[in-house]
Each structure stands twice: as structure tokens, then as C-alpha cells.
């Protein structure tokens, strides 16, 4: 069974950076799909980033040019990284990783999700 550990929320001052981890654990055969999605008081949980395959990270258009996506397959891990952080950016983050695991069946998994406060 595939599970996600997050870590590297918490409280920063606006224009500040903070960069979050999701670490996998299981008989991961590879993963496909890394996403970072949050969720804010009162709304609908949204997409942040996504790489799906390795290929171009795609990016919400409010993040644009803030935050960055990155994975180390090697270490089953994912980071967020994200620079001028803004008011409104405070929510829960959530890490999403879709794959294969050992001998061949999917798997779909979110991670516990991790508080990000910005004050201003």
C-alpha cells in the first residue's frame, strides 16, 4: 500500500518562501503523475501544479511564476517550492501521486495535507 507523508507547511510573512515535501512509501514501480493542490476556508479544493510523466510542469494561474514543481523519482519524492507567497495563498496543501506499484496495479493517493499560512 502507497502512502504519502507531507512536511514544510506553516506560518511565513507575505513575500516570503516556503517549500513543501511529499515523500512516498510502498512498492512504488514508478509514478506517473505528481500534483499539488490546496484547499482555502470556505472553498473548493483547486489544483496548484501538476508533471505528469516528467514532462513540462503546468501551473494554476495564480501560482504562476511563484511556485515551482519538482520530483525526484529516485527518492519517490515531490517538493513545491514556493516564492512570494501572498495572503491569499494560505490554505491546506495537499500532494497527489498517481503510478504503478510492484507487480502492476495503479495506484491513486493524496497525501495528509500540510497548513500554509500567510500573514501580511
Known amino acids: 500500500q502507497v502512502q504519502l507523508v507531507e512536511s514544510g507547511g506553516g506560518l511565513v510573512q507575505a513575500g516570503g518562501s516556503l517549500r513543501l515535501s511529499c515523500a512516498a512509501s510502498?512498492?512504488?514501480?514508478?509514478?506517473?503523475?505528481m500534483g499539488w493542490y490546496r484547499q482555502a476556508p470556505g472553498k473548493q479544493r483547486e489544483l496548484v501544479a501538476i508533471?505528469?510523466?516528467?514532462?513540462?510542469?503546468r501551473y494554476s494561474d495564480s501560482v504562476k511564476g511563484r511556485f515551482a514543481i519538482s520530483g525526484d523519482n529516485a527518492k519517490n519524492t515531490m517538493y513545491l517550492q514556493m516564492n512570494s507567497l501572498k495572503p491569499e495563498d494560505t490554505a491546506v496543501y495537499y500532494c497527489?501521486?498517481?503510478?504503478?506499484?510492484?507487480?502492476?496495479?495503479?495506484?491513486?493517493?493524496w497525501g495528509q495535507g500540510t497548513l500554509v499560512t500567510v500573514s501580511s
Open positions: 508533471m505528469i510523466s516528467g514532462g513540462t510542469p
Open positions: 510502498g512498492s512504488i514501480s514508478s509514478i506517473n503523475v
Open positions: 497527489k501521486m498517481n503510478g504503478r506499484t510492484w507487480p502492476a496495479n495503479n495506484f491513486e493517493v
